[in-house]
């Protein structure tokens, strides 16, 4: 119905093996890694022997050097599947996309060939108790001490947070400063004063572990800091942009999932003497629903192929991540009801959707968040303000990344 013209022979080659892999390594598994809150190591090894991990890292750094859409299409098949387990998505995306943007060059052949090998996780620590979407409200400290910065805070909602042996780590080196004190550390989860809380049990995404993290007197040297003090938070908003487009596409892709499945059951579940296909009502709705799973999908590759030339703007950011949060939960709402009690028992692929989709409307920027970005944009174009400006493309270094910041 719908062809995609962004993936050429050789992505789809990648595409057929990431399934095969998922397939092999997690589909037996994943029932168990949610009752355990948690996955094995040992997958991070596999995938990143398989090629899954960090696609676009160059291969000076020990990865394959690949465009996006590789990256791209881990993203897709991990959400297709529907095993949230694997926190593939922040390490790849976010953490990874740091250092190899803002990292020296010591960072990045330290961390990245053990990224790509799955041997170091990575993971990203900006949220606190007090300061969710709002990061210059940030409270965890880090104080300069000769060659060293000691850091004393707390972050929450961490994914990776159990397992993570890198940490991308947001902190406050000057109070008085706002959004200009905020400076970001690539922090070695093994040093003295790193301490991991509980996995915290969350509504969904149960095989994914979600932490609290302590740091408790850590002291790191000052060349751990990643780009330069008083940096971070101008670092940070090059990048949230990105992430919220990896939550567009992984959004689109579940509300695709979610209707193909809906139909498969409602074509062969019966009620009155007709399958529930046969109903108007069940044509109407699915109807509905997949012409915008496709309009988002449209928009999601639109601006998939805005990043990858560098021309993704904060704002056509801010409306993927939103439009297509609200699409997610949408789709697997209706769809649940349609298949009736069956669609409340945990062994329906439907049931682990619906409990999976809610955080989308708050990670990575609440959907209020979204709006304020999109709305405070309308009014500056309006009074005659300044232009949006391009959010850095994938492939761009880190001084073109700058240019985003308003």
């Given at each position: 119905?719908f062809?995609r013209?962004?993936?050429k ?7 057929s ?16 890694w ?12 596999k995938a ?19 465009d ?7 993203f ?9 387990g694997p926190?593939f998505?922040?390490h790849c995306d ?16 330290y961390?990245?060939p ?8 990575g ?5 606190e ?9 940030i409270?965890?400290r880090?104080?300069?001490?000769g ?9 929450v909602f961490?994914?990776n ?20 004190g ?18 915290l049990?969350?509504?969904g995404m ?11 007197n850590?002291?790191?040297?000052a ?10 938070f ?5 990048k949230l ?27 062969q ?11 108007q ?22 601006c998939?192929?805005q ?5 993704l703007?904060e ?42 989709a809610?955080?989308v ?5 609440s ?9 405070r944009?309308?009014f500056r174009e ?10 850095a493309?994938?492939q ?11």
């Open positions: 119905m062809e013209r962004l993936f022979e050789e992505h789809e080659m990648f595409r093996s990431v399934r095969k892999f998922i397939e092999k390594e997690i589909a037996p598994f994943h029932k168990q949610e009752e355990d809150g948690i996955v094995p190591r040992e997958l991070w090894l990143g022997e398989a090629g899954m991990l960090c696609c676009t890292i160059p291969e000076e750094y020990g990865g394959l050097g690949l996006y859409l590789f990256d791209v299409i881990v897709e098949e991990m959400a297709r599947s529907g095993f949230t926190g998505l922040i976010l953490v990874s996309t740091y250092v190899k943007s803002f990292g020296t060059e010591e960072q990045k052949k961390w990245l053990k990224m790509v090998a799955g041997e170091a996780i993971s990203l620590g900006m949220t108790p007090h300061a969710g979407s709002d990061l210059k409200a409270r965890t880090a104080v300069r001490d060659d060293d910065y000691v850091i004393n805070g707390q972050k961490i994914s947070g159990q397992l993570c042996d890198v940490l991308v780590l947001a902190t406050k080196t000057d109070s008085t400063q706002g959004a200009r905020v400076t970001l550390f690539l922090v070695d989860t093994k040093l003295p004063g790193f301490v991991r809380g509980k996995n049990d969350k509504l149960k095989g994914q572990d979600t932490s609290e993290l302590f740091f408790e850590l002291r790191v040297p060349t751990a800091m990643l780009g330069e003090e008083g940096q971070g101008s670092l940070m908003m090059t942009a990105q992430e919220r487009l990896a939550q567009a596409i992984r959004s689109a892709t579940v509300a695709e999932t979610v209707i193909e499945y809906t139909v498969d059951y409602t074509a579940r019966k009620a009155f003497g007709k399958t529930i296909a046969d109903f009502n069940t044509q109407f709705k699915l109807a509905e629903l997949k012409t915008e799973a496709v309009i988002g999908r449209v928009f999601t590759d639109k998939i192929e990043f990858m030339k560098g021309e703007t704002v056509d950011a801010a409306m993927a991540k939103m439009w297509l949060s609200n699409l997610h939960c949408k789709v697997v709402d209706e769809c649940l009801q349609l298949f009736g009690g069956w669609g409340y028992m945990w062994e329906y692929p439907i049931a682990r959707a619906y409990a999976d809610r955080i409307k708050i990670a990575g920027g959907i209020e968040v979204m709006k304020h970005i999109i709305g944009a309308l309006h009074l005659g303000g300044s232009t949006i400006r391009p959010i493309g994938s761009d270094d880190t001084n073109s990344g700058k240019r985003a910041v308003a």
